[in-house]
C-alpha cells in the first residue's frame, strides 16, 4: 500500500473532516473515535432545536425520530428494525436486558473479555463459566466446545472483537455451535461495529450490541441492543413483557441520537466494505513497517482474525513517549495496542514507526 494511495474514493476530504488530525496522529479509536466535524455539527443543530422548541421538538424525537434511528441501526447491522432497541451504551443495554433472561442461568464467558460484558452475568441468579484465552490471546472454538459439552451452558457471552488484543472470533461459527448444544449466543461488537461489515440475521446471533463512541465515531451516550425473533418471543412469554418495549422505555438524549443517525448515514455513504478494505490494507501495511522497524506484532496478523486493532510490544512508558510526539495510541493488557480505521492513512503508521525510539 504506497503512501499516496488508499482504497477510498477521496480520502484526503474524508480525512479532512476530522480536525484532529491537524494537531495529532491518532491511532487510538480502539478507546474512542474521533467525530467528524459535520457530526458535531449535527449534535449543535439538534440542540439548537430543542432550546428553541422544546417539548414540539422532544414530541418529534418520540413519534418520528427514534423509529428513524433505529430502522438506520438495524440496517447498519443488517438486522430488523422490529428486534432493534436503543441504548445509552451497550453496558446499560445489557444490564436492563439481563433480568429477563435469569431463566437461562449458566453462562459461558470468555477470560479477559470486557469487563462490562461479564458484570451482568455476576448478579445473584446466574453461574458463570469462564474459559480462559489460548496462550497466544486467541479464542478456541474447539475449547468452547469442549466446555459447553461439559458445563451445557444456556448463554454464551463474549466480544466478537478482544479489547485487549484484538482477535476476532467468527460469529456465523459461534452461532452455529451455540444452536448446536441450545444456548443463546450474546455477542458484544463495540470493537467491530462500522470496522467491520455486519448481518447479524446471516450469521445467525441471539443477542447482539453495541456502544456507538469508537468505531462508529458517533460520541458518547447512544448504541443499541438486537434481539432475534425466537428470542423476542421467549423472553415475551417468560416475563410477559416485550423485551424490546422495555429496552426502549424512557427518553433517550436526541442530541446523541443525532451523533449517530449522521454518523451511521455517514459510514453507509463511504461503505461499510470499502471501510473494511482500507483498514485490512492498512493493517497490512503497518505491520509490514513494523516488521522492517523491529516492532515486535503480537496481535493482528491474520486477517481474518483482526478488525481495526493490532498489538505490538511495548509498555505505558513507550506509551508516553510516543504522546511526547502527539501520536495517540494506548497501552492494554501485554503491549501497545494501535487502533486503525477508515480516517487514517499510511502516514501516520509512517509517523509511529518515525518516533518509536526517540
Not at 29 to 49: C, I, K, N, P, Y
Not at 128 to 142: F, N, W
Not at 216 to 232: C, I, K, Q, Y
Request: proline letters at 4%.
Amino acid at each position: 500500500m504506497p503512501s499516496s494511495s488508499s482504497t477510498l474514493t477521496d480520502h484526503a476530504a474524508i480525512r479532512a473532516a476530522h480536525p484532529a488530525f491537524n494537531d495529532i496522529t491518532y491511532l487510538d479509536t480502539s478507546s474512542m473515535g474521533l467525530m467528524a466535524d459535520s457530526t458535531v455539527q449535527a449534535a449543535q443543530w439538534e440542540h439548537e432545536r430543542l432550546m428553541r422548541e422544546g417539548s414540539t421538538r422532544l414530541f418529534q424525537w418520540m413519534f418520528g425520530g427514534n423509529a428513524d434511528v433505529i430502522r438506520t441501526v438495524a440496517a447498519s447491522i443488517g438486522g430488523t428494525e422490529q428486534g432493534t432497541a436503543l441504548a445509552q451504551c451497550f453496558t446499560a443495554g445489557l444490564a436492563q436486558l439481563a433480568p429477563l433472561l435469569m431463566h437461562r442461568p449458566k453462562v459461558l464467558v470468555i477470560g479477559h473479555d470486557y469487563p462490562t460484558l461479564h458484570a451482568p452475568f455476576a448478579l445473584p441468579g446466574f453461574q458463570r463459566v469462564v474459559v480462559p484465552p489460548e496462550a497466544d490471546g486467541t479464542i478456541s472454538l474447539d475449547t468452547v466446545r469442549d466446555v459447553m459439552e461439559r458445563e451445557r451452558p444456556q448463554l454464551v457471552a463474549i466480544s466478537e472483537v478482544q479489547w485487549l488484543t484484538g482477535f476476532r472470533i467468527d460469529l456465523h461459527a459461534l452461532a452455529t455451535l451455540c444452536r448446536a448444544f441450545g444456548a443463546w449466543s450474546v455477542v458484544d461488537i463495540t470493537q467491530s461495529w462500522c470496522v467491520v461489515p455486519s448481518d447479524v440475521q446471516a450469521t445467525g446471533i441471539d443477542i447482539i450490541g453495541a456502544s456507538g463512541y469508537k468505531w462508529p465515531l458517533a460520541g458518547f451516550g447512544n448504541g443499541f441492543m438486537h434481539l432475534s425473533e425466537a428470542v423476542r418471543a421467549e423472553l415475551k412469554e417468560r416475563n410477559s413483557v416485550d423485551p424490546i418495549a422495555l429496552l426502549n422505555a424512557g427518553h433517550r438524549d436526541p442530541v446523541a441520537l443525532a451523533r449517530l443517525q449522521h454518523a451511521l448515514e455517514r459510514i453507509a455513504a463511504i461503505g461499510p466494505q470499502h471501510i473494511a478494505d482500507h483498514v485490512n490494507a492498512l493493517c497490512a501495511y503497518a505491520i509490514e513497517r513494523f516488521d522492517a522497524a523491529g516492532i515486535a506484532v503480537l496481535h493482528g496478523r491474520d486477517a481474518d482474525r483482526r478488525a481495526g486493532i493490532l498489538l505490538v510490544q511495548g509498555d505505558e512508558a513507550q506509551v508516553k513517549r510516543l504522546e511526547e510526539h502527539r501520536v495517540k495510541v494506548a497501552f492494554r493488557g501485554t503491549g501497545i495496542r494501535v487502533g486503525i480505521h477508515f480516517y487514517n492513512n499510511t502516514g501516520d503508521i509512517d509517523r509511529l514507526v518515525e518516533v518509536w525510539g526517540k
